[in-house]
Protein backbone atom coordinates (compact mmCIF):
# COMPACT_ATOMS: atom_id res chain seq x y z
CA UNK A 1 0.00 0.00 0.00
CA UNK A 2 2.59 2.61 0.57
CA UNK A 3 4.61 2.15 -2.38
CA UNK A 4 1.20 2.79 -4.53
CA UNK A 5 1.41 6.49 -2.73
CA UNK A 6 4.76 7.07 -3.43
CA UNK A 7 4.20 6.54 -7.25
CA UNK A 8 1.17 9.04 -7.11
CA UNK A 9 3.65 11.63 -4.35
CA UNK A 10 6.29 11.39 -6.62
CA UNK A 11 5.64 10.61 -9.97
CA UNK A 12 6.90 15.14 -10.78
CA UNK A 13 10.14 13.34 -10.60
CA UNK A 14 9.55 11.42 -14.09
CA UNK A 15 8.19 14.12 -15.44
CA UNK A 16 11.19 16.38 -14.64
CA UNK A 17 13.24 13.95 -16.30
CA UNK A 18 11.40 13.19 -19.25
CA UNK A 19 12.75 15.06 -22.45
CA UNK A 20 11.62 12.97 -24.62
CA UNK A 21 8.65 14.54 -27.56
CA UNK A 22 5.94 12.40 -28.16
CA UNK A 23 5.39 11.25 -31.30
CA UNK A 24 2.60 12.06 -34.20
CA UNK A 25 -0.68 10.19 -33.12
CA UNK A 26 -2.49 7.99 -36.19
CA UNK A 27 -5.77 6.52 -36.26
CA UNK A 28 -4.63 3.20 -35.42
CA UNK A 29 -2.59 4.50 -32.59
CA UNK A 30 -6.06 6.19 -31.08
CA UNK A 31 -7.63 3.05 -31.42
CA UNK A 32 -5.50 0.83 -29.86
CA UNK A 33 -4.99 2.92 -26.85
CA UNK A 34 -8.95 3.40 -26.74
CA UNK A 35 -9.17 -0.42 -26.97
CA UNK A 36 -5.62 -0.88 -24.17
CA UNK A 37 -8.03 2.10 -21.86
CA UNK A 38 -10.78 0.13 -22.43
CA UNK A 39 -9.73 -3.64 -21.42
CA UNK A 40 -7.55 -2.01 -18.32
CA UNK A 41 -10.56 -0.70 -16.81
CA UNK A 42 -12.55 -3.60 -17.40
CA UNK A 43 -9.84 -5.53 -15.49
CA UNK A 44 -9.27 -3.68 -12.48
CA UNK A 45 -11.21 -0.68 -11.86
CA UNK A 46 -12.79 -0.63 -8.17
CA UNK A 47 -16.65 -0.33 -10.18
CA UNK A 48 -16.86 -2.94 -13.09
CA UNK A 49 -19.93 -1.56 -14.10
CA UNK A 50 -18.84 1.92 -14.64
CA UNK A 51 -15.45 0.63 -16.41
CA UNK A 52 -17.57 -0.82 -19.08
CA UNK A 53 -19.54 2.37 -19.19
CA UNK A 54 -16.09 4.40 -19.50
CA UNK A 55 -14.86 2.02 -21.95
CA UNK A 56 -17.89 2.30 -24.42
CA UNK A 57 -18.43 5.80 -24.45
CA UNK A 58 -14.91 6.43 -25.93
CA UNK A 59 -15.16 3.57 -28.44
CA UNK A 60 -18.13 5.54 -28.66
CA UNK A 61 -16.68 8.79 -29.47
CA UNK A 62 -14.14 7.21 -31.23
CA UNK A 63 -15.83 5.53 -33.80
CA UNK A 64 -18.35 8.54 -34.17
CA UNK A 65 -14.53 10.53 -35.29
CA UNK A 66 -14.21 13.04 -32.26
CA UNK A 67 -10.50 12.35 -31.97
CA UNK A 68 -9.42 12.02 -35.30
CA UNK A 69 -8.11 15.70 -35.79
CA UNK A 70 -6.28 15.11 -32.07
CA UNK A 71 -2.66 14.29 -33.33
CA UNK A 72 -0.50 14.82 -29.86
CA UNK A 73 -0.38 12.18 -27.39
CA UNK A 74 -0.14 14.38 -24.25
CA UNK A 75 -3.68 16.55 -25.56
CA UNK A 76 -5.34 12.75 -26.64
CA UNK A 77 -4.37 11.56 -22.62
CA UNK A 78 -5.60 14.98 -21.56
CA UNK A 79 -9.41 14.50 -23.72
CA UNK A 80 -9.75 11.10 -23.00
CA UNK A 81 -9.50 12.10 -19.24
CA UNK A 82 -12.21 14.31 -19.26
CA UNK A 83 -14.31 12.04 -21.43
CA UNK A 84 -13.73 9.02 -18.67
CA UNK A 85 -14.62 11.86 -15.71
CA UNK A 86 -17.51 12.94 -17.69
CA UNK A 87 -19.23 9.18 -17.76
CA UNK A 88 -17.50 8.36 -14.14
CA UNK A 89 -16.37 11.55 -11.88
CA UNK A 90 -13.18 10.03 -10.41
CA UNK A 91 -10.90 13.06 -9.83
CA UNK A 92 -7.80 9.90 -8.97
CA UNK A 93 -8.31 8.43 -12.71
CA UNK A 94 -5.73 9.73 -15.05
CA UNK A 95 -4.42 8.90 -18.48
CA UNK A 96 -1.37 11.04 -18.89
CA UNK A 97 2.17 10.87 -21.15
CA UNK A 98 5.38 9.42 -19.28
CA UNK A 99 7.26 7.12 -21.63
CA UNK A 100 10.21 7.19 -18.99
CA UNK A 101 7.62 5.47 -16.32
CA UNK A 102 6.59 3.26 -18.81
CA UNK A 103 9.90 1.74 -19.09
CA UNK A 104 10.62 1.66 -15.19
CA UNK A 105 7.22 -0.26 -14.99
CA UNK A 106 7.97 -2.55 -17.62
CA UNK A 107 11.96 -3.09 -17.20
CA UNK A 108 10.76 -4.14 -13.36
CA UNK A 109 8.12 -5.96 -10.93
CA UNK A 110 7.55 -2.15 -9.94
CA UNK A 111 4.83 -2.50 -8.01
CA UNK A 112 7.45 -4.39 -5.44
CA UNK A 113 8.97 -0.74 -5.29
CA UNK A 114 10.87 1.41 -6.63
CA UNK A 115 14.79 1.66 -7.71
CA UNK A 116 17.19 2.28 -5.08
CA UNK A 117 18.00 5.91 -6.69
CA UNK A 118 14.46 6.85 -7.08
CA UNK A 119 13.58 5.93 -3.19
CA UNK A 120 16.69 8.46 -2.37
CA UNK A 121 15.19 11.06 -4.26
CA UNK A 122 11.91 10.81 -3.24
CA UNK A 123 12.98 10.83 0.59
CA UNK A 124 15.25 13.92 -0.11
CA UNK A 125 12.29 15.48 -1.75
CA UNK A 126 10.41 14.53 1.51
CA UNK A 127 12.79 15.74 3.52
CA UNK A 128 13.39 19.42 2.23
CA UNK A 129 9.67 19.39 2.58
CA UNK A 130 9.68 18.89 5.81
CA UNK A 131 7.56 15.65 5.64
CA UNK A 132 4.73 18.22 4.82
CA UNK A 133 5.03 19.73 7.85
CA UNK A 134 4.86 23.77 7.39
CA UNK A 135 4.11 25.80 10.46
CA UNK A 136 3.65 24.80 14.51
CA UNK A 137 2.30 27.06 16.58
CA UNK A 138 0.67 28.32 19.53
CA UNK A 139 -1.72 30.81 19.21
CA UNK A 140 -3.10 33.23 22.00
CA UNK A 141 -5.49 31.64 24.49
CA UNK A 142 -3.29 28.05 24.08
CA UNK A 143 -4.11 27.42 21.31
CA UNK A 144 -2.02 24.92 19.04
CA UNK A 145 -2.11 25.44 15.05
CA UNK A 146 -0.39 22.69 12.54
CA UNK A 147 -0.21 23.73 9.13
CA UNK A 148 0.20 20.06 7.20
CA UNK A 149 -0.12 19.97 3.50
CA UNK A 150 0.88 16.46 2.59
CA UNK A 151 0.76 13.01 4.56
CA UNK A 152 3.87 12.24 3.43
CA UNK A 153 5.48 8.07 3.65
CA UNK A 154 6.28 7.34 7.00
CA UNK A 155 10.54 6.93 7.05
CA UNK A 156 12.00 7.23 10.39
CA UNK A 157 12.91 10.45 9.84
CA UNK A 158 9.33 11.17 9.37
CA UNK A 159 7.84 9.86 12.21
CA UNK A 160 10.20 11.89 14.02
CA UNK A 161 9.06 14.71 12.52
CA UNK A 162 5.70 13.82 13.42
CA UNK A 163 6.42 13.05 16.83
CA UNK A 164 8.75 16.97 17.31
CA UNK A 165 5.25 18.58 15.83
CA UNK A 166 2.73 16.79 18.27
CA UNK A 167 5.14 16.95 20.92
CA UNK A 168 4.70 21.14 20.57
CA UNK A 169 1.13 20.90 20.26
CA UNK A 170 0.64 18.35 23.88
CA UNK A 171 0.20 20.97 26.06
CA UNK A 172 -1.90 23.38 24.33
CA UNK A 173 -6.28 23.35 25.32
CA UNK A 174 -7.33 22.91 21.82
CA UNK A 175 -5.87 22.10 18.53
CA UNK A 176 -6.56 23.47 15.18
CA UNK A 177 -5.07 20.83 12.09
CA UNK A 178 -4.41 22.92 8.93
CA UNK A 179 -5.94 20.93 5.85
CA UNK A 180 -7.12 23.51 3.73
CA UNK A 181 -3.77 22.96 1.48
CA UNK A 182 -2.86 19.40 1.80
CA UNK A 183 -3.52 17.23 -1.24
CA UNK A 184 -3.32 13.63 -0.05
CA UNK A 185 -0.74 11.19 0.82
CA UNK A 186 0.26 8.14 2.42
CA UNK A 187 -2.73 6.08 4.96
CA UNK A 188 0.54 5.25 7.16
CA UNK A 189 0.79 8.71 7.97
CA UNK A 190 -3.05 9.38 8.00
CA UNK A 191 -2.96 6.56 10.44
CA UNK A 192 -0.20 7.81 12.69
CA UNK A 193 -1.02 11.57 12.79
CA UNK A 194 -4.53 10.80 13.83
CA UNK A 195 -3.56 8.23 16.30
CA UNK A 196 -2.18 11.33 18.24
CA UNK A 197 -5.90 12.23 19.19
CA UNK A 198 -7.16 8.70 20.09
CA UNK A 199 -6.63 6.75 23.38
CA UNK A 200 -4.87 3.66 23.43
CA UNK A 201 -7.57 1.52 22.72
CA UNK A 202 -7.42 0.89 19.15
CA UNK A 203 -10.51 1.98 17.14
CA UNK A 204 -11.69 0.80 13.67
CA UNK A 205 -12.03 4.07 11.65
CA UNK A 206 -11.45 2.58 8.27
CA UNK A 207 -11.87 0.02 5.68
CA UNK A 208 -9.99 -0.72 2.30
CA UNK A 209 -12.26 -3.26 -0.12
CA UNK A 210 -10.10 -4.31 -3.57
CA UNK A 211 -11.42 -5.35 -6.15
CA UNK A 212 -8.79 -8.16 -7.22
CA UNK A 213 -8.86 -10.41 -4.34
CA UNK A 214 -12.41 -9.20 -3.25
CA UNK A 215 -10.35 -8.75 0.47
CA UNK A 216 -11.09 -6.32 2.89
CA UNK A 217 -8.96 -4.82 4.90
CA UNK A 218 -9.54 -3.14 8.11
CA UNK A 219 -7.45 -0.24 9.59
CA UNK A 220 -7.42 0.90 13.73
CA UNK A 221 -5.45 3.85 15.44
CA UNK A 222 -2.49 2.86 17.38
CA UNK A 223 -2.49 1.81 20.79
CA UNK A 224 1.46 3.97 20.76
CA UNK A 225 3.23 7.05 19.85
CA UNK A 226 6.30 8.49 20.08
CA UNK A 227 5.14 11.23 22.82
CA UNK A 228 2.67 12.37 24.81
CA UNK A 229 -1.16 11.56 23.24
CA UNK A 230 -4.24 13.94 23.27
CA UNK A 231 -7.55 12.18 23.47
CA UNK A 232 -9.12 14.55 25.37
CA UNK A 233 -7.80 17.70 23.74
CA UNK A 234 -10.55 20.07 22.10
CA UNK A 235 -9.66 19.54 17.80
CA UNK A 236 -10.45 21.35 14.89
CA UNK A 237 -10.06 20.05 10.97
CA UNK A 238 -9.59 23.08 8.43
CA UNK A 239 -10.52 22.11 4.71
CA UNK A 240 -11.39 23.78 1.80
CA UNK A 241 -12.05 22.62 -1.99
CA UNK A 242 -8.34 21.97 -2.30
CA UNK A 243 -8.50 19.22 0.39
CA UNK A 244 -7.91 15.91 -1.16
CA UNK A 245 -7.48 12.21 -1.03
CA UNK A 246 -5.79 10.71 2.71
CA UNK A 247 -6.59 15.04 3.54
CA UNK A 248 -10.13 14.03 3.39
CA UNK A 249 -9.85 10.46 4.60
CA UNK A 250 -8.21 11.90 8.12
CA UNK A 251 -11.01 14.30 8.20
CA UNK A 252 -14.09 12.04 7.13
CA UNK A 253 -12.50 9.56 10.17
CA UNK A 254 -11.90 12.03 12.74
CA UNK A 255 -15.71 13.42 11.60
CA UNK A 256 -17.51 10.18 12.02
CA UNK A 257 -15.55 9.16 15.35
CA UNK A 258 -17.20 12.35 16.75
CA UNK A 259 -13.81 13.44 17.84
CA UNK A 260 -13.15 16.43 15.74
CA UNK A 261 -15.24 19.67 14.59
CA UNK A 262 -14.96 20.17 10.51
CA UNK A 263 -14.28 24.29 9.48
CA UNK A 264 -14.43 25.33 6.47
CA UNK A 265 -15.65 24.25 2.35
CA UNK A 266 -16.99 20.74 1.34
CA UNK A 267 -13.52 18.61 0.24
CA UNK A 268 -12.40 17.70 -3.08
CA UNK A 269 -14.25 14.13 -3.20
CA UNK A 270 -11.49 11.25 -4.09
CA UNK A 271 -11.10 8.40 -1.81
CA UNK A 272 -9.90 5.78 -4.45
CA UNK A 273 -6.37 4.35 -4.09
CA UNK A 274 -4.75 4.36 -7.12
CA UNK A 275 -2.31 2.06 -9.07
CA UNK A 276 -0.87 2.70 -12.53
CA UNK A 277 -1.17 0.41 -15.55
CA UNK A 278 0.47 0.77 -19.00
CA UNK A 279 -1.60 1.89 -21.52
CA UNK A 280 1.91 1.71 -24.56
CA UNK A 281 4.96 2.99 -25.06
CA UNK A 282 4.16 6.13 -24.05
CA UNK A 283 0.61 6.07 -21.57
CA UNK A 284 0.14 5.37 -18.16
CA UNK A 285 -3.67 5.31 -16.55
CA UNK A 286 -4.05 5.86 -12.87
CA UNK A 287 -6.88 3.12 -11.80
CA UNK A 288 -8.34 3.40 -8.80
CA UNK A 289 -8.24 -0.60 -7.46
CA UNK A 290 -9.88 0.09 -3.94
CA UNK A 291 -12.35 1.91 -1.73
CA UNK A 292 -12.68 3.13 1.06
CA UNK A 293 -15.63 1.97 3.44
CA UNK A 294 -16.05 3.65 7.03
CA UNK A 295 -17.16 1.22 9.55
CA UNK A 296 -20.01 3.53 10.44
CA UNK A 297 -21.19 5.35 7.24
CA UNK A 298 -20.66 2.14 5.44
CA UNK A 299 -19.74 4.53 2.55
CA UNK A 300 -17.10 7.12 1.98
CA UNK A 301 -16.67 11.12 0.56
CA UNK A 302 -16.03 9.62 -3.10
CA UNK A 303 -17.81 12.36 -5.82
CA UNK A 304 -19.56 14.24 -2.47
CA UNK A 305 -16.33 15.33 -0.27
CA UNK A 306 -16.63 15.45 3.14
CA UNK A 307 -19.68 18.41 4.49
CA UNK A 308 -17.84 20.28 7.26
CA UNK A 309 -19.55 20.69 10.01
CA UNK A 310 -19.16 24.60 10.31
CA UNK A 311 -19.61 25.54 7.20
CA UNK A 312 -17.22 28.90 6.28
CA UNK A 313 -15.21 30.11 3.26
CA UNK A 314 -11.97 28.75 3.60
CA UNK A 315 -10.16 32.09 4.22
CA UNK A 316 -11.89 32.55 7.28
CA UNK A 317 -12.09 29.31 8.60
CA UNK A 318 -8.92 29.31 10.93
CA UNK A 319 -10.45 32.69 12.47
CA UNK A 320 -13.57 31.01 12.85
CA UNK A 321 -12.31 27.31 14.53
CA UNK A 322 -10.00 29.96 16.95
CA UNK A 323 -13.31 31.84 17.95
CA UNK A 324 -15.17 27.62 18.47
CA UNK A 325 -12.57 26.60 20.33
CA UNK A 326 -12.15 29.72 22.72
CA UNK A 327 -16.28 29.69 23.01
CA UNK A 328 -15.52 26.23 24.53
CA UNK A 329 -13.08 27.72 26.60
CA UNK A 330 -15.15 29.76 28.41
CA UNK A 331 -18.28 27.74 28.33
CA UNK A 332 -16.32 25.25 30.22
CA UNK A 333 -14.20 27.53 32.27
CA UNK A 334 -13.26 26.30 36.10
CA UNK A 335 -13.39 29.96 37.77
CA UNK A 336 -14.55 33.27 36.77
CA UNK A 337 -10.75 34.41 35.97
CA UNK A 338 -10.31 31.67 33.25
CA UNK A 339 -13.76 32.72 31.63
CA UNK A 340 -12.61 35.99 31.11
CA UNK A 341 -9.32 35.10 30.00
CA UNK A 342 -11.39 33.35 27.23
CA UNK A 343 -13.36 36.18 26.72
CA UNK A 344 -10.11 38.54 26.54
CA UNK A 345 -9.23 36.41 23.63
CA UNK A 346 -12.35 36.38 21.94
CA UNK A 347 -12.64 39.76 21.49
CA UNK A 348 -9.67 40.46 18.63
CA UNK A 349 -10.89 36.99 16.59
CA UNK A 350 -14.40 38.24 17.06
CA UNK A 351 -13.65 41.33 15.51
CA UNK A 352 -11.46 39.95 12.67
CA UNK A 353 -14.23 37.70 11.44
CA UNK A 354 -16.95 40.48 11.49
CA UNK A 355 -14.79 43.82 10.96
CA UNK A 356 -15.87 47.05 12.32
CA UNK A 357 -17.16 49.27 9.36
CA UNK A 358 -14.54 51.31 8.17
CA UNK A 359 -14.78 54.18 10.87
CA UNK A 360 -12.78 56.67 8.25
CA UNK A 361 -12.37 60.04 9.90
CA UNK A 362 -14.70 60.18 12.72
CA UNK A 363 -12.24 58.20 14.59
CA UNK A 364 -9.72 61.52 14.79
CA UNK A 365 -12.20 62.68 17.57
CA UNK A 366 -10.54 60.54 19.78
CA UNK A 367 -6.92 61.66 19.29
CA UNK A 368 -5.57 63.93 22.40
CA UNK A 369 -3.53 63.60 25.58
CA UNK A 370 -4.64 61.58 28.27
CA UNK A 371 -2.27 61.66 31.53
CA UNK A 372 1.13 60.06 30.17
CA UNK A 373 -0.84 58.86 27.18
CA UNK A 374 -0.74 60.72 23.83
CA UNK A 375 -2.94 59.54 20.80
CA UNK A 376 -2.56 60.72 17.23
CA UNK A 377 -4.50 60.70 14.48
CA UNK A 378 -2.18 59.78 11.23
CA UNK A 379 -3.19 58.45 7.67
CA UNK A 380 -6.36 57.23 8.47
CA UNK A 381 -5.41 55.52 11.67
CA UNK A 382 -4.68 56.07 15.52
CA UNK A 383 -1.70 55.62 17.48
CA UNK A 384 -1.16 55.24 21.11
CA UNK A 385 2.60 56.55 22.44
CA UNK A 386 4.06 57.11 26.16
CA UNK A 387 6.85 58.78 26.97
CA UNK A 388 9.82 57.20 26.29
CA UNK A 389 8.29 54.64 24.39
CA UNK A 390 7.38 53.72 20.76
CA UNK A 391 4.30 54.68 19.07
CA UNK A 392 1.98 51.80 18.27
CA UNK A 393 -0.68 51.35 16.15
CA UNK A 394 -4.37 50.90 17.22
CA UNK A 395 -6.54 48.37 15.84
CA UNK A 396 -10.10 48.71 16.01
CA UNK A 397 -12.39 45.90 18.29
CA UNK A 398 -15.50 47.58 18.39
CA UNK A 399 -16.19 51.41 17.34
CA UNK A 400 -14.44 52.43 21.11
CA UNK A 401 -12.71 49.34 22.00
CA UNK A 402 -8.84 49.33 20.49
CA UNK A 403 -6.13 46.37 20.54
CA UNK A 404 -2.47 47.52 19.92
CA UNK A 405 -0.47 46.03 17.42
CA UNK A 406 1.98 43.44 19.06
CA UNK A 407 0.23 43.95 22.62
CA UNK A 408 -1.98 41.20 22.84
CA UNK A 409 -2.09 41.71 26.70
CA UNK A 410 -3.28 45.44 26.61
CA UNK A 411 -6.46 47.64 25.25
CA UNK A 412 -7.79 50.64 25.27
CA UNK A 413 -11.37 51.67 25.75
CA UNK A 414 -12.89 55.22 25.34
CA UNK A 415 -15.44 56.75 26.75
CA UNK A 416 -17.57 59.41 26.64
CA UNK A 417 -19.79 62.10 28.53
CA UNK A 418 -23.77 62.84 28.43
CA UNK A 419 -23.11 65.18 25.46
CA UNK A 420 -21.23 62.67 23.62
CA UNK A 421 -17.82 64.34 23.66
CA UNK A 422 -15.04 62.32 24.79
CA UNK A 423 -13.69 62.53 28.33
CA UNK A 424 -11.51 58.98 29.51
CA UNK A 425 -9.12 56.40 28.13
CA UNK A 426 -9.66 53.27 29.73
CA UNK A 427 -6.90 50.89 29.92
CA UNK A 428 -7.40 47.50 30.01
CA UNK A 429 -5.30 44.42 30.80
CA UNK A 430 -5.03 40.82 30.20
CA UNK A 431 -5.56 40.40 34.18
CA UNK A 432 -8.58 42.09 35.01
CA UNK A 433 -6.76 45.00 35.82
CA UNK A 434 -7.54 48.53 34.83
CA UNK A 435 -7.16 52.77 34.96
CA UNK A 436 -8.03 55.45 33.32
CA UNK A 437 -6.91 58.83 32.37
CA UNK A 438 -9.05 61.98 31.91
CA UNK A 439 -8.50 63.59 28.45
CA UNK A 440 -6.74 66.58 28.83
CA UNK A 441 -7.24 68.36 25.72
Do not use: C
Request: hydrophobic share 35%.
Amino acid sequence: MKYLFLILIFLGFYVSVEAQEPPVLTKQDRTSIIESVASQLDQHYIFPDKAKEMGAYLKKRNKEKFYDQIVNYKAFAEVLTKDLQTVHKDLHMKLYYNPKFVQDLRNRNFMKGPAPEILQQQEASARKDNFGFVKVERLPGNIGYLDFRQFYPLSEEAKNTVAAAMGFLANTDAVIVDLRNNRGGDPEMVQLVLSYFMDKTPVHYNSLYTRSDSATRDFYSLAEVEGKKMPATDLYVLTSKRTFSAAEEFTYNLQNLKRATIVGETTGGGAHPTRPYVINDYLVLNIPFERAINPFTKTNWEGTGVTPDVAIEADKALLKARELALLEMKENAADVKDKAAAEWQLQPVRAALNPVQPLGSAISRYAGTYGEAIISYEGGNLFYKRTGRPKVKMIPVTEDLFQLEGMDYFRLKFTKGPDGKVEKLISLYDSGETDESVRQK
